[in-house]
């Protein structure tokens, strides 16, 4: 069984930036949609960034020219790099991998982000 174990959330000022992190414990992300979803309190998860297993990134428009996925399949590692960020960023961020080509579906726990005003 794939894990994925988020990390990076944390407390910032609004303007600051976080760098998330989603590790696999398997090798994976070189055949899979990893993607970073983040659900706000009383609010429905949404999706903030995807990377394909060929590269190609897509963005929340909420979101668009602040953040940046990138993978580094060596290191079994997505990231997701959120400059400027917003009070309204406050979320639990969490990490989806999608097998190209299957119906395996990974989810990690999240991590907590807060963005203070």
């Known amino acids: 069984q794939v894990q994925l174990v988020e990390s990076g959330g944390g407390l910032v000022q609004a303007g600051g930036s976080l760098r998330l992190s989603c590790v696999s414990s398997?090798?994976?992300?070189?055949?899979?949609?990893v993607s970073w979803y983040r659900q706000a309190p009383g609010k429905q998860r949404e999706l903030v960034a995807a990377?394909?297993?060929?590269?190609?990134?897509n963005y929340a428009d909420s979101v668009k020219g602040r953040c940046t996925i990138s993978r580094d399949n060596a290191k079994n590692t997505v990231y997701l790099q959120m400059n400027s960020l917003k009070p309204e960023d406050t979320a639990v961020y969490y990490c989806?991998?999608?097998?190209?080509?299957?119906?395996?579906?990974?989810w990690g726990k999240g991590t907590l982000v807060t963005v203070s005003s």
């Open positions: 398997g090798s994976i992300f070189n055949i899979a949609t």
């Open positions: 990377i394909g297993s060929i590269g190609f990134t």
């Open positions: 989806n991998a999608k097998i190209v080509g299957s119906a395996m579906d990974y």
